[in-house]
T-cell receptor, first 110, second 118 residues
Framework: GDSVTQMEGPVTLSEEAFLTINCTYT??????LFWYVQYPGEGLQLLLK?????DKGSNKGFEATYRKETTSFHLEKGSVQVSDSAVYFC?????????FGSGTKLNVKP | GAVVSQHPSWVICKSGTSVKIECRSL??????MFWYRQFPKQSLMLMAT?????????EQGVEKDKFLINHASLTLSTLTVTSAHPEDSSFYIC??????????????FGPGTRLTVL
């Protein structure tokens, strides 16, 4: 069945460091791919998305490219801030169903 | 942006009782809503799809008689955990896409409901 695998956390970085959170997926057909962020005490918020191969989603300095050949959708940011500390979920939507990765907690230290 | 609310945000109940959780889309209509549960430090697992005007569809392994879903209107879906037991303690989250093509639209998530069964 469809599934999403993302790197385990927590990931701890200093402010202004480069961030990569790996995400790979297994799916039949042509899923849409998403990154959601969950700040402490809040619900999930869409960070970015890509709906077809080679699309690049971007928002708030975060980027991810839909790579069909490697079935990946890695999240990157060139310079993280303390305010980016949160849990990040990679997800796919296939045939109207969402499948989530296990989440990666990011801690950014000043 | 689109807002989804849940009520209550947390609930504590005794084993054997039933608990109802509401999910509302506040500024848009949703013919479909989704219910997830999230265990500590784990991912969201889809439990069921709530369909306005028809029966919910449940994921494999989810007991439909235990987790009753009613999609009463285009803005409200309810999840009732019947005869709750401690193993039902979890974080329950709902989501809804704006009416249209849910396979391409983003999902809007509620803030979640923390259920603790004593």
């Amino acid at each position: 069945g469809d599934s999403v695998t993302q790197m385990e956390g927590p990931v701890t970085l200093s402010e202004e460091a480069f961030l990569t959170i790996n995400c790979t997926y297994t799916a039949t057909g042509y899923p849409s791919l998403f990154w959601y962020v969950q700040y402490p005490g809040e619900g999930l918020q869409l960070l970015l998305k890509a709906t077809k191969a080679d699309d690049k989603g971007s928002n708030k300095g975060f980027e991810a490219t839909y790579r069909k050949e490697t079935t990946s959708f890695h999240l990157e940011k060139g310079s993280v801030q303390v305010s980016d500390s949160a849990v990040y979920f990679c997800a796919l939507n296939n045939f109207n169903k969402f499948y989530f990765g296990s989440g990666t907690k990011l801690n950014v230290k000043p | 942006g689109a807002v989804v609310s849940q009520h209550p945000s947390w609930v504590i109940c005794k084993s054997g009782t039933s608990v109802k959780i509401e999910c509302r889309s506040l500024d848009f209509q949703a013919t479909t809503m989704f219910w997830y549960r999230q265990f500590p430090k784990q991912s969201l697992m889809l439990m069921a799809t709530s369909n306005e005007g028809s029966k919910a569809t449940y994921e494999q392994g989810v007991e439909k008689d235990k987790f009753l879903i009613n999609h009463a209107s285009l803005t409200l879906s309810t999840l009732t955990v019947t005869s709750a037991h401690p193993e039902d303690s979890s974080f329950y989250i709902c989501s809804a896409p704006i009416m249209g093509d849910p396979s391409r639209n983003e999902q809007f998530f509620g803030p979640g409901t923390r259920l603790t069964v004593l």
